[in-house]
């Protein structure tokens, strides 16, 4: 009888890591998401390092340039600190998930309304995270220039 109740309880945790891979894949594709954002927050900060350093050998009339310059990378680093923050908290939920589908094989308290929640909420703060980080690319893409200070590019 003993050895009948294992073989249940095994199959019973098997099936909950079954459930459980899907949300752990969603882990990982939120990772790789992280890494992209904290490499982009990383070459904004180098860039208005960069800047700030010029700021000395600036001429004053060039300097609105270079202040407008370290105003767009502060806004897209304050866009990518916020989109981290919001992809942090969907791994953060996400991994709560996991725990709490193990929970519910363990405890037997019918945990569907709390995963549901939780998965909802992580979605939304994914999707938050995302259309965080796109503001941010439109931001770069908007100030970004190409080419020579000066040449037109009726000239070329």
Known sequence: MEAVNVGVQIQEIGEVVRTAVAPVFLLSGVGVTLTLLTNRLARVVDRARALEQKESNTHED?????????????????????????????????????????????????VSLIIATLFIVSMLSFIGGLLLFLREVFVATKHLRIGLRGVSSADG
């Open 62 to 110: 060039d300097m609105h340039v270079l202040g407008g310059a370290l105003r767009t990378l502060e806004q897209r680093a304050r866009l990518l600190g916020r989109a981290i923050s919001m992809c942090t908290i969907c791994a953060l939920l996400v991994s709560m998930v996991v725990v709490t589908l193990f929970i519910g094989a363990f405890v037997r308290f019918n």
